[in-house]
Structure formats: structure tokens, C-alpha cells
């Protein structure tokens, strides 16, 4: 593997914040190759891609001679963020995932992107992996805009993950990696599993066979070993329930993350902790699976609590 | 004048977020009326000062109260919770209020806040919002008006503001007050303040006194003013942007609001360790420092200075 740095700054005192790609391609080249580009790391809180990279590398060191096309990962976009526990660009608190596509007059943040979005560019396909954040837990799932599905849908549905979720087009996210290089040519997915700050091993695992079973089948890697392919659930054939906390409190669970409920089963509490009452129990709006369920307790009125992948509204 | 509750958000432990806003009547209904908004952010200690400066002014300096003309409405903080902590952004979630409109009603804490606050600020002819730039820079107080089809580049001459910067439109500025306001009717205009965490008088003055020429300008109050400048209008295409090549110690030697000449210094970087000067910044242009790198300590490549080009 070739490790190259796609930008670097040097900072105040004696330190250099480098931003670094690791590169595994064929001994030989062929014409037509096929490039796929897998980034984490975009949110210094989000750590459950750079565990799913590091497999990933792992399996490419370990099966050098399937490999048949070119895979650039790029584990740390903020790296500085990363070993600073700061989801943001450090020191300017900017959310890269809203600076793109930047540029190199652009303030540093926006240097930054534009470097990675210059590398990146020109990969057939490339994979954002993001862990939610702190607050959230995320079963892995797929996020596509909806203006992008019809050439990122059939890709999405070999990545091995739980859910497909196809959102229509917001004009703020047009600021973001996926939306960027899509617009590029590149097919982007942007896959969201696990929770902030947190390794969720078995998803990293599953996470794993789904890409290795995407580039199996794009022919960028060649092996008779076979990766598990699951059925998604997809957006398309139901509706997403929010459930928003109607108070202040403590968030307490009262079910396990990515089940199967039931039209009013108990979610959990919002508690008092000085007074030892319940504020509210909150309730299923709908039957379906949980996809999201908040690991951060407190919360303030509105603060996400969970959201339910169920039927559509009308039936139910 | 009345005291309004715009919103009220409770806590785990800390006391509820309470946001008022000062209504001042004005005598003829049919006048133009303003909205103003300071504080969405912790850290903007200017936009601040200066709204809870112009609640006192219109309750005690205007002689007569009739002299309030248009409705005015002022709401000097919408996030104590971060400026009482000197965070930026919501504490709780680090989201930015400023990015959460028109809101949401049904949707997250901050949807939630910005969907209260946009209410509450229907209707008004002129809105009026006091921001700080984002980034780590400081400038000189100016007009940011987006390109969006709705704005108002003759009123906002009226405030006075040495620029008018009428800044091409990025995506993330789609969910921001300035312009759904003006999306919804409501000539928009944000002031840029500059960032500084100690107030300067003479500069906090002068964001004051350009509201205050704005409300005599648009008969929204009887108050005579002393005008400012002949606003000059101002595109991306305008600004030169100028980045040091060294990270380490950032010195400005020119002021941000001097006018300065192509290939004078305007800066240094000192080695951090061996007290060496690495770098000297020389402006490639004749103009104005609109902007200024305010940390000691900068990084390779960054923004170091923006000047307006002149010449």
C-alpha cells in the first residue's frame, strides 16, 4: 500500500496537521480500471469508519492478488478533530461536511475539503462513512438523495446494510462530500451506523462484507470467497416516524435499539431526577423497526429521541 | 414599551431560556416598522451590546415617545445559554440557530428555537440582524446582504456602512434568517460585527449610530442623525484574499480599517520557538483591510487578511 498526504498544514508550534490516503491498486493497470474511494472521518466524533477502514485494509494486505482495481481510503478527514474529540474543524468549529466544496483561497477548512474533494475526484464510486454523533445510535443504513438514486440506488443495496433511506433534494446539503461528488461524476453513498465516540464492532464487521461484496461485484476486487449481501429495508416502500422529546429531562430506554415494535410500545422516559418523577413516556407512533435511538440522555424539548421505519402514514 | 416572551425553553438544571423582546409602539401605524435581532450566538458580545444599547436608547433618549414612529422591535439575546458560558453555538448539540430557519416546529431544539423566534418576526417592513463572521477573523462593522433576488441594496445604503458587502449565495446560506426573512417578505440585512470579546467604544459606537441613522432615514423614528458614508458596494470579486505561507506567531502590523498600498507590509510571522520573523505579509493591492486573522497563533495557508481592492 502507498500512504500519500493530500493536504497538510503546518501549525503554530512545532506540529503539522496532515491529511493522509492510503492506496492498494493492481501490480498491473489495466485501461479500464475501476477506482472506489472510501472516507471517514469527516466529524472528529465519529470514529466507527476509521475501525471499518482498518478492516478493510487489513483484508486488502491479506489478499493482495485479488485486487483488481484501485481503493484510495482515507480514514481521518479531520484528523486534528479526531485526536481532539471535536467534531468540527478545530479552533474555527466548522462542520466540513457543510464547507464543501471549498477551495484553496478559501479560509483553511475550506482548503481542506477542496483537496479531498480534488482527490477523490474521479473515482467510479466512493463511500462517506459517518457514525451519527454523540446523541444517536444508528443501525447502518444508506442515505441517497433522491436526485442521485437512480445511479447510487443499485449500489447501495450490495452494501450489506439494514436500511436504504432516499431523502429528497435540500439545498443545504448541497455543501456536503456526497452531494459534491456526486455533481462530479463520482456515484457516492453516505453510509450512517453505530454512535459517536464508539466502536460498534459488529456493524464494522457487517459494514466490511458489504463493501468487499461491492467491489466484488464492480470487479475492483477478484475472490471466490463470498460476502453476506442482506435485504435493505428501503424508504421507498414506507415512511419515517420522528419521535422529539416534549420536555427537558433524562432520557431513560426502555427498548433495545434496532427492534421490531409495535404501534405504542413504550420507547422510554424523560425523568426528574431531583423530583423522581416521570415527565413524559413516550410511545410508538407506529409500528416498524427502530432505527434511531438516542444514547445521550440529556435532552431539551425537541431533542431526537428516535425514529421508527414503519408503514406509510395512511395505513397507519 | 412592552416586554414580550418570544420563547421559553426548559432545562435539565440549568433555568429556562427565556428570549424576550422589547416592543416599542410607534404613533402611526402605517409607518415602516423594524425588527432587530442581537445575539443567536455566545461569543457575539458586540451584537449584544449594541441591541441592549438601542433598548435603552429608545426608552430613555428619545425626548418624546411619539417620536417613535414605526413599530420597533428589538430582541437583544436569543442564546443566553451560550453566550452565559462563552460557547458560539447551542451548547447542548453545538448546532448554529443561524442555520435552522424558517424552523421547525415539530423538529429539533434549535429547529424549534428558530421556528418560535421566525414567528415572532413576521410582518415587519425591515429586519435587521447583528451577526460576527464566521471563522476566526475580526473586521470592520459592514453590511452582508446576499444575492438573493429579494434584497434591498438601496435601503441598506441607508444605514451608512462604509461596505455593503452583496456576498453570491452558498447553500448553507439558504437556511440562515437573513434570508428566509427576506424570502418571506422582510427587507433583510445583516450587520457584521466585528468579533472582538471586549467592547470597543469607538467601534460599538459606530454600529450604534448607523442603526440609529438607519430608523431616522426610514421614518421609522423622528431623531436627527448625522449621516454616514456613501456606502460602496462590494462582491466576491472585489476582495483579495491573502494567505500566510508560515504557520506561528501572527502579528498584524496594519489595523483592520486601514488603507494601505500595494506591497506595503501589513504583517508578520514569527517563529514560535526561535523568535525569528519567517514571513512578512505584503499586500498585493492598494484597498482596505476588511478583515483580520485575530488569533496569535495561525496556521500555514490560512486567511491572514481580506482587502478590498481599491484603484
Redesign the interface.
Known amino acids: 500500500m502507498q500512504i500519500t498526504e493530500i493536504f497538510?498544514?503546518?501549525?503554530?508550534?512545532?506540529e503539522k496537521?496532515t491529511i493522509k490516503k492510503g492506496r492498494f491498486e493492481p501490480k498491473e493497470r489495466k485501461p479500464d480500471i475501476k477506482r472506489i474511494s472510501i472516507v471517514s472521518g469527516t466529524h472528529g466524533d465519529e470514529l466507527e469508519g476509521q475501525y471499518v477502514i482498518y478492516l478493510l485494509s487489513s483484508w486488502l494486505r491479506e489478499n493482495t492478488d485479488a485486487i483488481n482495481g484501485i481503493i484510495d481510503l482515507y480514514p481521518a478527514v479531520n484528523a486534528l478533530g479526531i485526536d481532539t474529540i471535536t467534531?468540527?474543524f478545530p479552533?474555527?468549529?466548522?462542520d466540513l461536511n457543510?464547507a464543501f466544496p471549498g477551495s484553496k483561497?478559501?479560509?483553511?477548512p475550506g482548503?481542506l475539503v477542496h483537496a479531498l474533494a480534488e482527490d477523490v475526484k474521479g473515482s467510479d464510486i466512493a463511500i462517506d462513512i459517518h457514525s451519527s454523533?454523540i446523541?444517536l445510535k444508528e443501525i447502518p443504513q444508506i442515505r441517497i438523495n433522491k436526485e442521485f438514486s437512480p445511479s447510487t440506488l443499485p449500489l447501495a443495496k450490495k452494501l450489506n446494510c439494514d436500511f436504504i433511506w432516499i431523502h429528497d433534494a435540500v439545498?443545504?446539503?448541497?455543501?456536503t462530500f456526497s452531494h459534491t461528488m456526486n455533481e462530479m461524476g463520482t456515484k457516492t453513498l453516505v453510509v450512517e451506523m453505530g454512535v459517536g465516540m464508539t466502536l460498534t464492532q459488529v456493524y464494522g464487521k457487517q459494514l466490511l462484507s458489504g463493501i468487499l461484496n461491492l467491489m466484488k461485484s464492480e470487479g475492483i476486487i477478484s475472490t471466490d470467497e463470498e460476502f453476506e449481501q442482506r435485504e435493505p429495508f428501503s424508504s421507498e416502500v414506507g415512511d419515517v416516524f420522528?419521535i422529539?422529546s416534549p420536555?427537558?429531562?433524562?432520557f431513560v430506554q426502555s427498548i433495545t435499539h434496532c427492534a421490531i415494535i409495535k404501534k405504542g410500545d413504550v420507547i422510554g422516559t424523560i425523568v426528574?431526577p431531583l423530583s423522581g418523577k416521570i415527565h413524559d413516556t413516550l410511545y410508538a407512533p407506529s409500528g416498524g423497526i427502530l432505527f434511531t435511538l438516542r444514547e445521550f440522555p440529556?435532552?431539551?424539548?425537541?431533542?431526537?429521541i428516535a425514529r421508527i421505519f414503519g408503514e406509510s402514514h395512511e395505513n397507519n | 414599551m412592552k416586554t414580550i416572551e418570544i420563547l421559553r425553553?426548559?432545562?435539565?438544571n440549568r433555568s429556562p431560556l427565556i428570549v424576550e423582546g422589547y416592543l416599542f409602539e410607534g404613533s402611526d401605524p402605517t409607518a415602516p416598522s423594524v425588527a432587530i435581532v442581537g445575539a443567536m450566538e455566545g461569543e457575539t458580545i458586540l451584537p449584544l451590546y449594541t441591541a441592549s444599547k438601542l433598548v435603552d436608547f429608545l426608552r430613555h433618549s428619545l425626548d418624546d415617545e411619539s417620536k417613535i414612529v414605526g413599530n420597533i422591535l428589538v430582541i437583544p439575546s436569543v442564546n443566553h445559554y451560550a453566550l452565559n458560558i462563552n460557547q458560539?453555538?447551542w451548547p447542548?448539540?453545538?448546532t448554529d440557530i443561524n442555520?435552522m430557519f424558517p424552523g421547525y416546529g415539530?423538529?429539533?431544539?434549535?429547529?424549534?428555537i428558530a421556528k418560535k423566534l421566525f414567528n415572532a418576526l413576521q410582518g415587519y417592513t425591515h429586519g435587521i440582524i447583528l451577526e460576527t463572521r464566521?471563522?476566526?477573523s475580526t473586521c470592520i462593522p459592514y453590511i452582508k446582504l446576499f444575492e438573493s433576488g429579494y434584497e434591498d441594496i438601496e435601503s441598506a445604503k441607508t444605514f451608512g456602512y462604509r461596505l455593503i458587502h452583496h456576498k453570491s449565495l452558498?447553500?448553507?446560506d439558504?437556511?440562515s434568517l437573513q434570508y428566509n426573512w427576506q424570502l418571506w417578505g422582510t427587507k433583510a440585512y445583516s450587520i457584521i460585527c466585528p468579533s472582538d470579546t471586549n467592547i470597543d467604544l469607538h467601534t460599538s459606537n459606530e454600529v450604534f449610530e448607523r442603526i440609529i441613522n438607519f430608523l431616522s432615514k426610514n421614518e421609522i423614528i423622528e431623531y436627527k442623525t448625522i449621516s454616514g458614508y456613501h456606502s460602496t458596494i462590494i462582491k466576491n470579486s472585489d476582495i483579495e484574499?491573502i494567505?500566510t505561507v508560515?504557520?506561528?506567531?501572527f502579528i498584524p502590523t496594519k489595523k483592520v480599517g486601514s488603507t494601505i498600498k500595494k506591497d506595503e507590509m501589513i504583517g508578520k510571522i514569527i517563529h514560535?520557538?526561535e523568535g525569528k520573523v519567517t514571513h512578512r505579509i505584503f499586500s498585493p493591492c492598494d484597498g482596505l483591510i476588511a478583515c483580520v486573522y485575530k488569533?496569535g497563533?495561525?496556521?500555514?495557508?490560512?486567511?491572514a487578511f481580506r482587502v478590498i481592492k481599491s484603484g
Open positions: 497538510s498544514s503546518q501549525l503554530p508550534v512545532g496537521l467534531r468540527g479552533i474555527y468549529e466548522v457543510r483561497h478559501d479560509y483553511l482548503q454523533n446523541f439545498t443545504v446539503l448541497e455543501a420522528y422529539n420536555s427537558a429531562g433524562l426528574d440529556v435532552v431539551y424539548e425537541g431533542s431526537l | 425553553i426548559d432545562s435539565l458560539r453555538f447542548l448539540d453545538k442555520t415539530e423538529g429539533e431544539t434549535t429547529q424549534r464566521e471563522g476566526i452558498k447553500p448553507t439558504t437556511v484574499v494567505q508560515k504557520s506561528g506567531i514560535s520557538l488569533n497563533l495561525i496556521f500555514e495557508n490560512a486567511v
